[in-house]
């Protein structure tokens, strides 16, 4: 028996306010963090806080950063099989889409969930106080969320124009309809190739 429904949204809480808040249009994280992630380079760079050169180098460090923790994250957490209940209420919310995988209003991380995230990670950065590094290689790490959020988005919702993207979206479709204890990367598959967790669902299968 399968365990999702197609073509379809489902209700996630029971409470209205939490309800409405768990629900987001696609283009939101877009909306906030791009003028956010410009303005904090803009800034940076003007006032001599960071350089070019440092930020050639760290921007794309703190891309990959958010490539390791996208994986780790879907893994450890959105598929945790624990019952430590902070943990375990986060896992039901990733339950939800994989029950709903076709819910187009919650295809990316609310609001209220990846601000507190990325407030921590500035914070945390902060206390070494070396901003000529940490600024851009934030910036690179936010900026590696917002195309994994796109490329969910485009996973569920957008038929791919490119071999590339095809492969990509029937890597995740395969930990969707397939296995879901495979595939974890979203924005990419090199990690599950690395690491051992990669499935490449069959031709005849790659349909949904």
């Known amino acids: 028996m399968k365990d999702y429904i197609r073509h379809t949204r489902g209700r996630m809480f029971d409470n209205p306010l939490l309800e409405t808040f768990s629900k987001v249009h ?8 791009i003028p956010l992630c410009s303005a904090v380079m803009f800034y940076a760079l003007s006032n001599a806080i960071t350089t070019w050169v440092m930020s050639v180098l760290f921007f794309p460090l703190g891309w990959l950063t958010w ?8 893994k450890g957490v959105f598929h945790y099989e624990g019952k430590f209940p902070g943990v375990a209420h986060i896992r039901d919310t990733h339950t939800y889409h994989h029950k709903y995988p076709d819910d187009d209003g919650r295809l990316v991380m ?13 914070a945390l950065l902060w206390v ?3 901003p000529s590094a940490t600024v851009p290689y934030w910036v690179g790490l936010v900026c590696g969320y917002m195309w994994y959020d796109f ?3 485009s996973q569920h919702f957008r038929k791919p124009l490119t071999s590339w993207g095809k492969q990509l979206r029937s890597h995740h479709m395969a930990h969707h309809f397939a296995d879901t204890t495979m595939n974890y990367g979203i924005s990419h598959r090199w990690i599950d190739r690395v690491l051992g967790t990669m499935k490449v669902r069959p031709a005849a299968e790659d349909k949904d």
């Open 110 to 122: 609310p609001l209220g969930a990846s601000i507190p995230l990325a407030a921590v990670i500035a």
């Open 26 to 33: 696609p283009a939101t994280p877009f909306v906030f963090y």
């Open 128 to 130: 070494p106080h070396v």
């Open 151 to 153: 490329m969910h988005w």
């Open 67 to 74: 490539q390791l923790m996208e994986y780790f994250i879907h």
